[in-house]
């Protein structure tokens, strides 16, 4: 009578599962803080579109992003300060998302093709289904405002924001909740159902 | 007989498909003002707020003043266009707005306000009614005489007694100044 074969030995020990697991936490956290230091999609969109109508290098000066996780680490820091004004609870309350991108721009815009500039940013914001709401043109200044075309809830806000004097670019994109920029904005209107 | 019937009913589908989406691309009150391509150096100002923007507006404006947060809820779309004009493109702008005038009259809309101040504003105001206490839009066109043309389009079922205070929450001179309350016949 033979005796039954040894089981096979895993390859993996617990401490092998141990270092699997926080080399890919690691990593996950390696791409994330390397995240911070790149704009939202659209925001690049908004920059290249702006670089590309200006025929110059957008050269960049901050790039800077904060997700959803980020944002919950910074929504725990008002619990350690007493004296926070309220505004501030509430825009902390309100942020899910944003990033904030500065750029110079190497080549006069007065030069570029205003209409090019427009038509190149609503071709690619558009493309990810964003429409322009706010254009603003004096001068050398040019404003675009978009939020997505099908937008319909109420609870959130989403905006992508570009300002350029020309030499300079600033693009801006955000997501927030409502409920508490509501909340900010009853503080600094008067009750009129009181008169 | 079973065939053409099929076919008839298929065709009267896709019309009526294709109708609606007209309709629905393009709301009665709705005017089309063309694109504007802003040259470097002019002064342009472009705003086109939709449904679910003036759905969170009134929102916002419900603590302030809930008669125009009823009244901003039930609009469609908002556009507004401001150029400045000076000596290289008072003609143009001059030109497309009153096109914009004419298409206007071409399409039934009422005119409601006309002013010709000299050396001042010219300004003519556009209903689209709906019956004889609401509207389906209005078009206020500005050309004014302080270097500014402005074209304001707001599409929306808005009753004739609400449009003062539309001007007021939009700050559309025009509409703050316009009376167009129903009044009562006396019998």
Redesign the interface.
């Known amino acids: 009578m033979t005796s039954p074969k040894p089981k096979p030995r895993s390859r993996f020990r617990p401490l092998h599962w141990f270092l699997i697991v926080g080399a890919a936490g690691l990593l996950v956290m390696t791409f994330k803080v390397a995240g911070i230091f790149f704009v939202s999609d659209e925001a690049r969109d908004l920059q290249i579109a702006f670089a590309d109508a200006t025929h110059a290098d957008a050269d960049a000066h901050i790039q800077i992003s904060v997700g959803p996780g980020l944002m919950s680490v910074a929504r725990l820091v008002p619990m350690f300060i007493d004296d926070m004004p309220a505004e501030a609870r509430h825009a902390i309350a309100a942020l899910q998302e944003a990033s904030v991108g500065i750029y110079r721009l190497e080549h006069n815009?007065?030069?570029?093709?205003?209409?090019a500039l427009?038509a190149a940013a609503d071709h690619r914001l558009g493309s990810r289904g964003w429409?322009?709401?706010?254009?603003?043109?004096?001068?050398?200044d040019t404003v675009l405002i978009y939020?997505p075309?099908?937008?319909?809830?109420?609870d959130e806000?989403e905006v992508c924001v570009a300002v350029s004097d020309g030499s300079e670019l600033v693009v801006v994109s955000a997501k927030a909740k409502?409920a508490p920029l509501?909340e900010i904005?009853?503080q600094h209107?008067p009750?009129?159902r009181a008169i | 007989m079973k065939n053409t019937l099929k076919n008839l009913t298929a065709g009267v589908a896709a019309f009526s498909i294709f109708t609606a989406s007209i309709v629905a691309a393009n709301p009665a009150g709705y005017i089309d003002f063309g694109s504007f391509s802003p040259e470097v150096g002019e002064e342009y100002v472009e705003v086109d707020i939709n449904k679910g923007l003036l759905k969170l507006a009134s929102t916002f404006a419900k603590h302030e003043d809930p008669e125009v947060a009823e009244i901003i809820s039930n609009l469609e779309r908002v556009r507004v266009n401001v150029f400045g004009m000076d000596d290289s493109n008072r003609t143009d702008v001059t030109n497309r707005i009153e096109t914009v005038r004419t298409k206007l009259d071409e399409q039934g809309w009422a005119r409601v306000v006309t002013v010709r101040e000299k050396g001042g504003d010219n300004v003519a105001v556009f209903v689209k009614q709906n019956d004889d206490e609401s509207i389906h839009g209005l078009v206020v066109t500005v050309i004014g005489g302080n270097g500014e043309a402005v074209l304001v389009n707001v599409v929306g079922d808005v009753k004739l007694n609400q449009i003062a205070k539309l001007g007021e929450r939009l700050d559309i001179d025009p509409l703050r100044e316009l009376g167009l309350e129903k009044e009562p016949m006396e019998i």
């Open positions: 815009h007065a030069k570029s093709d205003r209409a427009m429409s322009r709401i706010v254009t603003v043109a004096d001068g050398r939020t075309a099908d937008w319909q809830d109420p806000v409502t509501l904005m009853k209107l009750d009129r």
